[in-house]
Nanobody, 127 residues
Framework: QVQLLEAGGGLVQAGGSLRLSCAASGVIFSDYNMGWFRQAPGKEREFVAAITRSGVFAYYVDSVKDRFTISRDNAKNTFYLQMNSLKPEDTAIYYC????????????????????WGQGTQVTVSS
């Protein structure tokens, strides 16, 4: 059974940092490209960042470039989202997702690309 488990969310002041993690089980982790999405109240789920299965290529939405860093550790079946200089508009539930490598990834920005999703972790940034 495939499971993606996010951790690391919480409450932080504007300008602070958080590191999200997503641990995968039930899959060969290195066969999957991975992504982070977020959903704020009343808004659509939106793409945040993605990383290819080798970790060589990473992609970001413009609003988080230079503030967020996505990475992965295939030996630990885990990938991460380091979030720095957080802003109140980053407040959302953050979801991790996995896409099998054989499907065109196209930068990982499209929800339909992904096969599996985590349950989400809340990130709240206070002003």
């Amino acid at each position: 059974q495939v499971q993606l488990l996010e951790a690391g969310g919480g409450l932080v002041q504007a300008g602070g940092s958080l590191r999200l993690s997503c641990a995968a089980s039930g899959v060969i982790f290195s066969d999957y490209n991975m992504g982070w999405f977020r959903q704020a109240p009343g808004k659509e789920r939106e793409f945040v960042a993605a990383i290819t299965r080798s970790g060589v290529f990473a992609y970001y939405v413009d609003s988080v470039k230079d503030r967020f860093t996505i990475s992965r550790d295939n030996a630990k079946n885990t990938f991460y989202l380091q979030m720095n200089s957080l802003k109140p508009e980053d407040t959302a539930i953050y979801y991790c997702a996995a896409a099998i490598y054989s499907r065109p990834f196209r930068g990982g920005a499209f929800r339909e690309t992904y096969d599996y999703w985590g349950q989400g972790t809340q990130v709240t940034v206070s002003s």
